[in-house]
């Protein structure tokens, strides 16, 4: 069965930075976008960043602004979401997923019905 492990969250001051890691095992990473998504507290689970295996083409969501950067490295089949000047408001638990890659990810990355596979999140807290 496919698997993502989301990990690395844990609590930072705002200002600060973590990397989150998402290792995927059981499929041809190449066939598939792996995004990342959050979930605050009483919101709806929103899209962050993607990226495109095959290609390293990313997409972001405008909150990101710069501020987060996604990427990956194959050798570890393994996806990663660098976060700076982290905010207050970027609390949440985030989670990865993966989705099979297509001539209209970059419009269609954002859709969560897209994602056939998630993994667990990992909590990420900034404090004020």
């Known amino acids: 069965d496919v698997q993502l492990q989301a990990s690395g969250g844990g609590l930072v001051q705002a200002g600060g930075s973590l990397r989150l890691s998402c290792a995927a095992s059981?499929?041809?990473?190449?066939?598939?976008?792996i995004g990342w998504f959050r979930q605050a507290p009483g919101k709806e689970r929103e899209g962050v960043s993607c990226?495109?295996?095959?290609?390293?083409?990313?997409a972001n969501a405008d909150f990101v602004k710069g501020r987060f950067t996604i990427s990956s490295d194959h050798a570890k089949n393994t996806v990663y979401l660098q976060m700076y000047s982290l905010k207050p408001e970027d609390t949440a638990v985030y989670y990865c997923?993966?989705?099979?890659?297509?001539?209209?990810?970059?419009?269609?990355?954002?859709?969560?019905?897209?994602?056939?596979?998630w993994g667990e999140g990992t909590q990420v807290t900034v404090s004020s």
């Open positions: 990226i495109r295996s095959s290609d390293g083409s990313t």
């Open positions: 997923a993966a989705k099979k890659d297509g001539s209209t990810w970059y419009i269609d990355w954002i859709l969560i019905r897209e994602y056939g596979y």
């Open positions: 059981e499929f041809t990473f190449d066939d598939y976008a």
